[in-house]
């Protein structure tokens, strides 16, 4: 059952993208990038439904695919492509007509993010460009991000000439908000944050730190850039309702600490999630 759940897990996701995708970006005359859109553009123009489209312009890449990264990263691309093809169609009469077509573009990239991060979670992707885009980055040292974005402006450009300037600048924020939603989805909340804290007395706040929140610390040895005196860094994560705690602590030991906090996502370890 844990082999199978990647699996499910894709075609789950391909279901709630399609499912956004049909009853508020088609719903309302919306677009998407990619290959998603071409085959929008192909609904809009010639009638051809989504799913077929997006699957026969989706087999050269997957041939591709296959001879460059072999069969087992096509596998769950390979599911991906037909979950999306089977469910636009499946769901392609599931529309809702909202009037303000911001707010279709809002709930559409919603959606339709929480559904590509599902997948890309599991393990999966949609193939189309993000295929060539692995392809580009690894025979030809493109970065992914650029090839992915660039095929989106193509697009989306195409859409502004097809259909209309209005049509494509709602699109672009249904693609915007879908970016953040599949990072929410693939990241999580996040609920810890790391501190780098720099003073002279780290052997002290490391000590408290173990003793008053029981968390573990790690030294990083550095150096002052001003003064050249080697330092002692202390490196710990806390939850998000310990880091007034842990400010608290430094400032008592050390009120001249430099402390430097981010967010961190997925950690694993004693006293977070395994």
């Not at 492509?81 to 809702?96: D, G, K, L, P, R």
């Not at 709930?107 to 692995?134: E, K, N, Q």
Request: hydrophobic share 50%; proline share 1%; aromatic share 10%.
């Amino acid at each position: 059952m844990k082999r199978l759940l990647p699996y499910l897990l894709i075609a789950f996701g391909a279901l709630v993208y399609s499912l956004g995708l049909n009853a508020f970006i088609v719903g309302n005359h919306l677009a998407e990038g990619g290959f998603v859109g071409l085959s929008i553009l192909a609904l809009y123009k010639f009638q051809v439904p989504i799913g077929i489209s997006f699957f026969i312009l989706n087999i050269p890449v997957l041939i591709l695919g296959w001879r460059f990264f072999g069969h087992s990263f096509i596998l769950k691309t390979m599911l991906g492509v037909v979950a999306v093809s089977v469910f636009s169609i499946a769901t392609q009469h599931v529309m809702e007509h909202v009037h303000d077509r911001l707010l279709a573009a809002l709930y559409g990239g919603v959606i339709c993010g929480a559904g590509l991060g599902v997948i890309f979670r599991s393990g999966g992707t949609t193939g189309g460009a993000d295929i060539l885009a692995r392809i580009a980055r690894h025979y030809l040292g493109y970065s992914m991000g650029r090839m992915l974005f660039a095929s989106d402006v193509v697009v989306i450009a195409l859409i502004a000439l097809v259909i209309g300037q209005e049509t494509a600048m709602y699109s672009l924020v249904a693609l915007f908000v879908a970016s953040r939603v599949i990072d929410f989805v693939i990241e999580g909340i996040s609920s810890s944050r790391a501190a780098l804290i720099i003073s002279d007395h780290s052997m002290q706040i490391a000590e408290r730190i173990h003793e008053a929140m029981g968390r573990g610390t790690t030294f990083l040895n550095g150096q002052g850039g001003f003064t050249g005196a080697d330092k002692k860094i202390v490196y710990c994560v806390v939850s998000r309702d310990e880091v007034i705690r842990l400010q608290q602590l430094v400032h008592a030991l050390d009120d001249q600490a430099f402390v430097v906090l981010n967010d961190v996502h997925d950690v694993m370890g004693e006293g977070f999630s395994r």
